[in-house]
């Protein structure tokens, strides 16, 4: 791996799917390709849809065993194993960045990376030698999302990489045909023209605005993720760009980039 930057870095918003996604050769050469035309990392800040947590708390700064937060499944996907480094000195940076913008922090020194985390990562950066640390959401709430973002933003000029994981379209309960069902297709091209025009105030008030809304997202932790992301880019929603896109399952998996 070349070194790390030092120059301002992306924020990312990425479908991360469920275990068996890693299976899917198209999906695994495309976060590949992604990250291969990234400017390499000193560092990871990385919020998953699968560890909501109030306050926000910040997980492990040392290696710890991954979280296999998913049933049923085959042996395999509970062998999976991504040994990245611990990154204690940025978490003393967003603590000191949360701090500073008067939000309230917690710590969880044993909880190690999500399947929202490892999955994608195993596939962007397979030597796991870039530093991650992994923070909960405090709220699915928008706006406080937003804020966080906004609090974590000078890190991108720090040479970290803001990463949201989640699903741009997730309702499992409703995937009961082989095809891709229209309320994924028409969320997902609503939201990315809601992207492509920068329509912030659209974005916010997803679950009303976009069509069939509730539907695409029954609960919404899977798209508060992007939220995050948007924060740390809330001064360059111009400079976006779906990185991926199409279906899996019936369920979106468009990405994004910022920067």
Do not use: C
């Not at 741009?168 to 990315?192: C, I, K, Y």
Request: no cysteine; proline share 9%; charged share 20%.
């Amino acid at each position: 791996m070349s070194s790390a930057t030092t120059d301002r870095m992306p924020a990312l918003y990425l479908s991360h799917g469920a275990p068996p996604l890693a299976d899917d050769p198209v999906w695994t050469r495309e976060l590949a390709q992604w990250s291969r035309e990234l400017p390499t990392p000193r560092a990871i800040l990385i919020v998953s849809a699968h560890w909501e947590e109030a306050p926000l708390t910040i997980g492990a700064t040392t290696t710890r065993p991954l979280v296999y937060d998913f049933w049923g499944f085959p042996e395999r996907y509970y062998t999976v194993r991504y040994p990245a480094p611990g990154a204690p000195q940025l978490a003393e940076r967003v603590r000191a960045l949360l701090g500073g913008s008067g939000l309230a922090i917690d710590e969880q020194p044993d909880r190690g990376l999500d399947h929202g985390a490892y999955v994608p990562l195993v596939e962007m950066y397979p030597e796991a030698d870039v530093p991650v640390l992994q923070v909960s959401m405090p709220s699915l709430d928008p706006q406080e999302l937003m804020r966080v973002g906004r609090a974590l933003a000078p890190l991108r000029d720090e040479g970290v990489l803001l990463v949201g994981s989640g699903f741009f379209t997730h309702n499992l309960r409703a995937l009961n045909s082989p095809d891709t069902p229209s309320w994924s297709v028409e969320f997902d091209d609503w939201g990315r023209r809601a992207l492509d025009d920068g329509d912030l105030d659209s974005l916010l008030d997803f679950v009303n605005k976009a069509p069939a809304g509730r539907l695409a997202h029954p609960r919404t932790e899977h798209f508060a993720p992007l939220f995050v992301t948007l924060g740390t880019a809330a001064d360059e929603l111009d400079r976006q760009r779906s990185t991926i896109d199409g279906f899996w399952h019936g369920l979106a998996k468009r990405s994004v980039q910022f920067g």
